[in-house]
Every structure is written in structure tokens, then in C-alpha cells.
């Protein structure tokens, strides 16, 4: 651990490790950012790219990247550091690996509320986005409130989490079945979770929503929450108050996930994969937050130039990529953690 004195009686605590490892992080996911930008039918390179979102571009080229390529992308960074985030926070929470937002249930409570709007109401986008946040803070509510007693247990919540998630599987499939069939043909690629046709109006809702909630759950409740790892007892006894911070990061969490589905659907295990693989780069104990957050957003971008490439002519939902390669990573982790005797 090294100590950086900002001013006297302020100063910044980090791990080394932590810290290079979340810049290759962030690093990585620019880079792949600009290469997503530069493929496609009108390919261009690196250097054009960055030309030409440095302001020197041809028009063409201007076009094609400002409003084509560059929504797509700053959605899929956007959406991708939402989620592990989220994912982070969630696994600090619970002390365990495998809580995250496609576990507990609340992506499948953002996607009830995402089908509520269109089946139900006949909502556009707009709507779809709304009833996403909605569903998804009302579900994170529901599980709260279920799993309290006398306190929030870890694996209480997963396990209210992991019931209610199957409750709104079922529902969302009902409510498909009662959908029109454009609507549903809509709704299915939703859940499958795409970045497909996102422009500027997809990517500021979700950039506003970070530009407050980041701050808070990093700089404001970011210490609280490695105490809270120690168990409520060892935090309490330091001064946390535990069930404040514990609703705070909860709601944040929750909305972060909600707001990213809004913008890009479920996309599935990246909150369940970016902290673990933050966690095993850096070294460090601790929720591991801005790595979590620069690996997720690397990770939704990589696989979004995997799904557009892999078969030629023919794009993919960004979510069959991270749900075929999450799902690997799943079966691993819970190997794992049975010959660990955790499960």
C-alpha cells in the first residue's frame, strides 16, 4: 500500500499493482475502442481515426466516425463499466463470487419492466428504457426487502435472488408470449442484449447516471466498503454504519445495472466476470472497483468487435458473445469453488 499526500491532512491511498493494472485496463478498452471505430465496410486506421476525432477528419470520415461508429462505441465502454461496477460492488457485498446482477435477479427484473412497457403499454424506446430502470430498481427493492432480517446476510440474498430471478424468467416469458409478433422479435433482441443502431441519445442517460453514481460508490463509499469485507461487526466497531452504506451501495448498484440494460439490454456475465478477472490481475484484496470498472468496459467493447466480425456479413448480438464466453467462465469459477469445499 502507498500513500500520495495530496495536501496536508489529505492523502490518497493505493496499491501499485492495482493502480498499473487498472491504466492498462482503461488503456486496453481505448484501444479497442479506436479499433472498432476504424472496421467495417469503410475501414480506416488507427491514425486516421484519432485524426479524425481529434477534429481533422475528411466529412466522410466525420460522419462515419462521430455519428456511426464513436455512439456505438462509447455506449458499449459505457454500458461495460456500468455492469462491472455493479458486479463489483454486488461481490464485495455478499462475499461471494458469484453475486452479480444476472444472478440476484435484477437484470431480469429491468428486462419485466423493459417487456411491461412494450407489451403491456405499447411503448417505443423511450418507454423500453424507462420501464428497464423502473423494473430494475423496483425487483432491487423486492430482493432487499425479502432478504432482510435482522440485517443482510450474503448468502441470503443470493439465495432471495437467485428465487426471484426465476419468478420474472417465467413472467418474461409469458409476457412474450402475449406480445405482437414485432414487438416480441424487438424484445427478444433486447434480452439478448445489443449494441446495434445505439446513438447519443442510448449512451448520455447512461453517461449522466455514472458521472454521479461513480464518484459515490468509489470516492464516497469505497473505504466503507472494504471494512464491510471484514464482516458488519469489524466495520460497525470502526465507525461504518453499516446498514446505511450497505442501502446506498445496494441502490447504486442496482441503478447502474438498470440503467445499462436500458441502454443496451441484459447483457449477460460481464458483471459476474470483470471483477474476478480485476481481482485476479491486481492482486489486491478489496472490491477492486476502477479495475473492475476499465476491465468491464474492455471486455462489452472487445466482444462487440468479436460479434460484428466473427462471421462475415452477418453481425451478432453483443450478448451470445459475453454469454457464450461467460458461461465458460461460470462453469469454471463453480469448479472451482466446489474443490475450494466453499460450495
Known amino acids: 500500500m502507498s500513500v500520495l499526500r495530496i495536501s496536508d491532512g489529505v492523502s490518497l491511498r493505493y496499491r501499485p499493482r492495482a493502480l498499473l493494472m487498472g491504466t492498462v485496463c482503461a488503456l486496453l478498452a481505448l484501444a479497442l475502442g479506436v479499433l472498432a471505430i476504424g472496421s467495417g465496410d469503410y475501414p480506416m486506421g488507427p491514425g486516421q481515426v484519432l485524426q479524425t476525432l481529434a477534429g481533422n477528419g475528411a466529412p466522410a470520415d ?17 454500458v461495460g463499466g456500468a455492469l462491472a461496477l455493479a458486479g463489483a460492488v454486488f461481490q464485495s457485498l455478499v462475499r461471494n463470487p458469484l453475486g452479480s446482477p444476472d444472478v440476484l435477479g435484477f437484470t431480469q427484473g429491468a428486462a419485466t419492466g423493459a417487456l411491461a412497457a412494450v407489451v403491456l403499454f405499447g411503448g417505443g424506446s423511450l418507454a423500453l428504457a424507462g420501464g428497464a430502470v423502473a423494473g430494475g430498481v423496483v425487483t432491487g427493492a423486492a430482493i432487499y426487502a425479502l432478504a432482510w432480517q435482522r440485517g443482510l446476510h450474503g448468502y441470503r440474498l443470493i439465495l432471495v435472488g437467485i428465487g426471484v430471478a426465476s419468478i420474472l424468467t417465467g413472467v418474461n416469458g409469458y409476457l412474450l408470449t402475449r406480445a405482437k409478433i414485432e414487438d416480441a422479435a424487438r424484445a427478444v433482441l433486447w434480452l439478448t442484449g445489443s449494441l446495434d443502431g445505439r446513438d447519443w441519445d442510448n449512451a448520455t442517460p447512461l453517461l449522466v447516471t455514472m458521472a454521479v453514481l461513480v464518484p459515490l460508490v468509489v470516492l464516497g463509499c469505497g473505504r466503507a466498503l472494504r471494512m464491510l469485507e471484514m464482516g458488519d461487526d469489524a466495520a460497525a466497531a470502526l465507525g461504518v454504519p453499516v446498514e446505511a452504506v450497505r442501502l446506498s451501495l445496494l441502490g447504486a448498484a442496482v441503478v447502474l445495472a438498470a440503467v445499462a440494460a436500458s441502454a443496451a439490454g441484459p447483457v449477460a456475465f460481464v458483471a459476474l466476470t470483470a471483477p474476478q478477472l480485476a481481482r485476479r490481475l491486481t492482486r489486491a484484496p478489496g472490491p477492486n472497483l476502477v479495475p473492475s470498472l476499465c476491465m468491464g468496459a474492455a471486455l462489452l467493447v472487445g466482444a462487440d468487435w468479436i460479434a460484428q466480425r466473427i462471421f462475415a456479413g452477418h453481425q451478432l448480438p453483443v450478448g451470445v458473445v459475453t454469454g457464450v464466453l461467460g458461461g465458460g467462465y461460470l462453469v469454471w469459477l463453480l469448479a472451482t469453488e466446489r474443490r475450494a469445499g466453499r460450495i
Not at 466525420?62 to 456511426?68: A, S
Open 62 to 78: 466525420d460522419f462515419i466516425v462521430n455519428e456511426v461508429r464513436l455512439p456505438r462505441v462509447v455506449t458499449a465502454l459505457l
